[in-house]
Structure formats: structure tokens, C-alpha cells
């Protein structure tokens, strides 16, 4: 009779530890998404999602709104606005709106990693205009715009025509004096969310747009790449545009670089790129082994051409978003670079592009 006494009661207590534990899931607010923008005032605005458990709630999400001189603080007026504890050990994206990322913001992303209860995979993301109205917009059918983001963002990842940034890559680019760091752009096109290309960072300050449709042959010059997709118009063929769709892309790079004395450097990029046409728009009848060959020097000749005006605007605004300065610190000594003033000498550089492309197969065009 005592041992049934006694585990009657070990059974109370678990069945009331669980509710307890019901209890304060429920008292939390796990933010999801969080945007950033800088005010006129020098002040951070923060806006904060929160998804609402509660099946029978009309609404999905309560947004928090804060005016705040740090992150830090801005939870602090969360706390006031709502009766749920707030947390943010869920936070999955990062939104940065433009004039904040062009004033920088590497404090405030040291700040988030800071926190251990925030995740070094959340990723960041540039917003074109103001972030924390783009997160505060309701667009249908989609009941969390913060959710949307981040699934949008992960599919077109897949294809590498944006970078998956995230806080730890960012940080790690960002104090890293052979490269710098880049991130994803999304906008406000009304109905909907665009992906309007990548964000490139000097030091921790957006300074340059790559448009969405030249995503993919800055990934390739970037990394190697085992997935991907790429669109090349290769002019007009008897007054149409001839389009190839290239899918299921892998790529290699190499880099070398060269000294040419006096602190001049000229850096080759190579890149190897294989894959599969999907479309192809032209005359031409690919089943011919010379119009292949034909269509691979043509498509090889419009992403180089494309790669090279990319590094000249780069070289422009000084952002060594490839990491060049990578191969050309391990070229050197330690003193030799340290005493080497590579944002300056950067723009200088002569960099060719060099791309070799594949066809793989062709499915059924004859």
C-alpha cells in the first residue's frame, strides 16, 4: 500500500510539473523576426514579430514596436507592451533597412551574437526602404510576413542566386581583412516580397547592389557552387532573343595572383562551369556538336563580360566581396601585408575573369 502511496504522488508531481511547464510555454513571446532601421533622430527602430499560439485567435502574429539607442533596450520596451516574457532563442531572420546598412551594422550584429540565447545561424537580410514596414505589412494569402521572408529567402538560396548569410558569416566576413561581406536585398513590390539582388559590404557598410538577375555569376566567382541555376540572353538571332536556361550547375574556381612589384598585384579568377540547358531559344540544332561547342564559348564570353563589369563597379566602391585580398594575403608575410594598405590598393589591381562553361546534356532539343 506505501509503494502505491508513494507512486501516486511521484505522479501528481510530474503531472503538475507539466503543467507548469504549459504554463510558461504559453507566458513567452518567441520572436521570429526582428527589423532594424535608423531613424532621423540617431534612434533605433525596432520592430519584432511574435507568432500567437493560440489556435482560435483571429490574428497570427503580434508585432512590438520600440524607438531605443540599442537592442538591448528595445527588449526592455517590448516587456511593457505585452504580457508575454520575451525571448528570442526562435529568432530565424535578421531585417536591416537601407539607411542603417549604409551607416553600418557591425555593432549591432556583434550585439546579437553576444546574447547565447540567439542562434550564429540567423540570418541577415538587407531591406530596401524602411524594414520595419516591410515586416509590419500583411501580405496575402501569406497570415506572417516575417515567415514569408524566410521561406522565400531559403528557396531562392537553393539555387545560390542569393547568399544564405547569416550572423556568424557575416561577423566572420566582416573581421576578416581579405574579404567582405554580403547579403541578400528583399523590397516591397506591393502584393508581394522581391528578391532584388545582393547587398556588398565595405567594412560593415552597404555600399553596392548586384541586381537578383547577375546573383548567380557572383556566386560562381564567389565559391564553388553544386547547385544552380542561370539565364543568359545572348542577343538577338533574326530579330528574337536567344535564351539559355542553364540548370543543375556546378562550378570550380581558382584563384592566382601575381605580383608585379611596388605593391601592384594582378589577380586571375578562373572559373568551371557544367550543367544542363533546360532552354534554349535560339536556331541553332544542338544535337550538332559544333553548335554546342558554339553555344558554350558564347555563353562562357556573357558571364565573363559580366563577371568583369561587376569587379569594376566593386573596384569602384572598394568592396572585396570576392576575398581577392584573401589570395594576396597568402602570397605574403605577415609584415608584408600588415604594412600593405589593401583598401587602396584594391581598386587598383588588374583581375581578369576567365570562365569555361559545359554543356552537359541537352534533354530533347534536337
Same mark, same amino acid.
Given at each position: ?142 497570415s506572417d510576413t516575417g515567415r514569408y521572408i524566410t521561406h522565400l529567402l531559403e528557396k531562392e538560396s537553393v539555387s545560390n542566386s542569393i547568399p544564405t548569410t547569416t550572423l556568424y558569416e557575416f561577423s566572420r566576413d566582416y573581421n576578416d581583412d581579405g574579404i567582405d561581406a554580403a547579403a541578400p536585398i528583399v523590397k516591397d513590390a506591393g502584393t508581394k516580397v522581391n ?27 564567389? *565559391?564553388? =557552387? ?7 540572353? /545572348?542577343? +538577338? &538571332?533574326?530579330? #528574337?532573343? %536567344? ?40 536556331? *541553332?540544332? =544542338? ?7 558554339? /553555344?558554350? +564559348? &558564347?555563353?562562357? #564570353?556573357? %558571364? ?63
Open positions: 500500500m506505501g509503494k502505491l502511496r508513494f507512486v501516486a504522488v511521484v505522479l501528481l508531481l510530474l503531472l503538475n510539473g507539466c503543467k507548469k511547464d504549459e504554463r510558461v510555454l504559453e507566458d513567452l513571446g518567441m520572436v521570429q523576426t526582428s527589423s532594424y532601421d535608423l531613424l532621423e533622430n540617431k534612434k533605433l527602430k525596432v520592430v519584432s514579430s511574435v507568432p500567437v499560439i493560440d489556435p482560435d485567435s483571429p490574428v497570427h502574429r503580434e508585432l512590438l514596436t520600440a524607438e531605443s539607442d540599442s537592442i538591448k533596450e528595445a527588449r526592455l520596451l517590448f516587456s511593457r507592451q505585452t504580457d508575454l516574457l520575451v525571448v528570442s532563442g526562435q529568432l530565424r531572420d535578421t531585417l536591416f533597412g537601407t539607411t542603417l546598412a549604409q551607416a553600418g551594422i557591425g555593432d549591432h550584429i556583434d550585439t546579437l551574437l553576444r546574447d547565447p540565447s540567439t542562434a550564429l545561424g540567423v540570418r541577415v537580410t538587407i531591406v530596401e526602404g524602411d524594414a520595419g514596414e516591410l515586416l509590419s505589412k500583411n501580405f496575402k494569402p501569406h528578391i532584388e539582388g545582393i547587398a556588398l559590404f565595405k567594412m560593415d557598410k552597404y555600399v553596392m547592389k548586384i541586381p537578383a538577375e547577375d546573383g548567380i555569376i557572383f556566386a560562381l566567382f564567389r *565559391e564553388d =557552387l553544386n547547385q544552380g541555376e542561370m539565364t543568359v540572353n /545572348l542577343g +538577338e &538571332e533574326n530579330g #528574337k532573343p %536567344v535564351i539559355v536556361m542553364y540548370s543543375s550547375l556546378s562550378s570550380k574556381r581558382k584563384v592566382k595572383v601575381h605580383k608585379l612589384g611596388e605593391g601592384r598585384f594582378k589577380a586571375d579568377i578562373s572559373i568551371s562551369v557544367q550543367g544542363s540547358v533546360l532552354e534554349y531559344t535560339g536556331e *541553332e540544332k =544542338l544535337s550538332d556538336p559544333g553548335t554546342r561547342h558554339k /553555344l558554350e +564559348e &558564347e555563353i562562357s #564570353k556573357s %558571364v565573363t563580360d559580366t563577371a568583369q563589369e561587376i569587379i569594376r563597379q566593386m573596384q569602384q566602391v572598394k568592396t572585396d566581396a570576392l576575398g581577392i585580398g584573401r589570395y594576396v594575403r597568402n602570397s605574403l608575410s605577415y609584415r608584408e601585408w600588415t604594412s600593405l594598405n589593401w583598401r587602396e590598393v584594391y581598386p587598383q589591381i588588374e583581375v581578369e575573369c576567365h570562365a569555361k562553361v559545359i554543356i552537359k546534356d541537352y534533354g530533347k532539343y534536337s
